[in-house]
């Protein structure tokens, strides 16, 4: 009884969501009829005065920075709350919840891998400006490298320590250079460093310097929840 | 004629992946099936012409949460529907 | 993508993105164990990020990026795909994986306190 009453509301509330979306229709230019829509504006501003090679990036950090902000704040309070409801008593720090021997292709194998990935992440991070790319996704891609060795090792150990301090050093990178927009032309987050030749590794103004920043927070960031979860031994098993 | 074959084959792969893992008992083929979810996203968003969006989806989508799922199944049970007490209650009956 | 048989994509994209957020969310209503449910939530996220990404779709339209190919040949900024979604959606991803990750931390202590992943049973534990 219940299962049809749920299929039938969602039926419902299906039915009307997919009729509005086929009105707007696929594929067709929706906001044309007023007269300054946002798209417009934005890829206009991207290569005028700002020389940006990827719109995307320049949306994401310049034209709505305040927004970024205020995800990688987000991101920062659940890796927080993660780990302080995984509590872990003191005495049992180092212990695994995965503890098996891997082959040796996989420990050679890994050897070799980790250091490419750390490679490709950095250069997506740096080259977020001039290809598809940016922070968020080096960071993801640094982890997974991380992650890679973690799995591969049973004694392999990242120092906490040094986790954090690269991430807090990230955070007040970010918060400092919007600062320094307030001391020098008008706003948070402005744009004050002169813009180059477009499609130099040197453009762009602050947003190579927000990005690198970013790319360092997100990897330090997500290595530790990973470092977490690998290390909640449970009562029952082995 | 080849872009239609292959965005055809791409839905209809997604919505089959999703029903399978909403139906399995067995949740460690649930949570693959979600991983094949985000793959089968990944390339759909490359074809609509976003590279940025391609590249996140991939690396968080496929990557990091089925490790923090499959080490969560690790810690807890594996079967839907089993637990602790049930099996304490039933071997201590008998 | 090609103009061939074009009608029919107009409506299978956004058919598809619905239909994989209502199973999520038949998932996260009728299922007894909390894993499944929190499976059903990361599906609804899935779904919704899709829908928001084909909205800013143009036929014909190139990725929004000012490369020397573009600089060269095409000169005019209206093929271009509009960007303002995709920027929100790399926001949404990242926070869906977020909250995905705290729900799990929730599961394995309630696991711990409970000894099961049922929500019948949790309920009735309470009295």
């Known amino acids: 009884m219940k299962k049809f009453l749920v299929i039938l509301l969602l039926a419902v509330l299906g039915y009307y969501i997919a009729d509005t979306y086929f009105d707007i229709g696929f594929g067709q230019p929706h906001f044309v009829k007023s007269a300054a829509p946002v798209k417009d504006i934005y890829l206009a501003k991207t290569q005028n005065p700002l020389k940006v090679s990827n719109a995307v990036t320049s949306i994401v950090v310049n034209f709505r920075g305040f927004d970024t902000l205020g995800e990688v704040t987000v991101l920062f309070l659940a890796v927080t709350v993660l780990g302080s409801v995984l509590y872990k008593k003191r005495h049992q720090v180092g212990e695994r919840s995965v503890l098996f021997n891997s082959s040796s292709i996989v420990t050679s194998g890994s050897k070799l891998l980790f250091p490419a990935i750390i490679l490709l992440g950095a250069y997506v991070f740096i080259h977020g400006h001039l290809s598809p790319g940016g922070g968020f996704q080096g960071g993801v891609i640094i982890a997974t490298g991380f992650l890679l060795m973690l799995l591969a090792y049973e004694n392999y150990s990242v120092s906490h320590t040094a986790l954090s301090i690269v991430e807090s050093l990230a955070g007040i990178t970010f918060a400092g250079v919007g600062l320094l927009g307030f001391m020098h032309g008008g706003t948070f987050l402005q744009n004050f460093l002169p813009s180059g030749v477009m499609n130099n590794l040197f453009s762009g103004g602050v947003i190579p310097i927000i990005y690198i920043a970013v790319g360092f927070k997100v990897g330090a960031e997500l290595t530790g929840v990973i470092y977490t979860v690998l290390h909640e031994k449970g009562e029952n098993n082995g | 004629m080849i872009y239609f074959i292959l965005i055809s084959v791409l839905l209809l792969l997604m919505i089959a992946a999703s029903v399978y893992s909403i139906v399995q008992k067995d949740l460690l083929y649930a949570v693959m099936a979600t991983g094949i979810i985000s793959l089968i996203l990944s390339i759909l968003y490359y074809l609509l012409q976003a590279p940025d969006v391609a590249l996140t989806e991939a690396a968080i989508g496929v990557a990091l949460t089925t490790i923090i799922f499959v080490i969560t199944i690790r810690n807890t049970v594996r079967m839907e529907d089993e637990s602790d007490k049930k099996e304490k209650f039933k071997s201590a009956v008998k | ?127």
């Not at chain 3, 209502?22 to 939530?41: E, N, Q, R």
């Not at chain 3, 143009?58 to 000169?75: C, D, H, M, V, W």
């Not at chain 3, 959606?89 to 909250?99: E, H, K, P, R």
């Open chain 3, 1 to 127: 993508m090609d103009n061939t048989l074009f009608g029919f994509l107009d409506y299978a994209v956004y058919g598809t993105a619905v239909l994989v957020m209502l199973i999520g969310l038949y998932g996260a209503m009728v299922k007894k164990s909390l894993l499944k449910i929190v499976i059903g939530l990361s599906i609804i996220d899935s779904g919704l990020n899709l829908l928001i990404v084909a909205i800013g779709y143009y036929k014909g339209g190139t990725a929004p990026i000012f490369s020397q190919g573009f600089l060269e040949n095409f000169k005019s900024v209206s093929k271009m795909v509009d960007p303002v979604p995709q920027a929100l959606v790399l926001t949404a991803i990242v926070i869906g994986f977020g909250v995905t990750a705290v729900a799990l931390a929730l599961v394995i202590r309630l696991y711990r306190h409970h000894g099961t992943l049922n929500i019948d049973e949790i309920k009735n534990l309470k009295w």
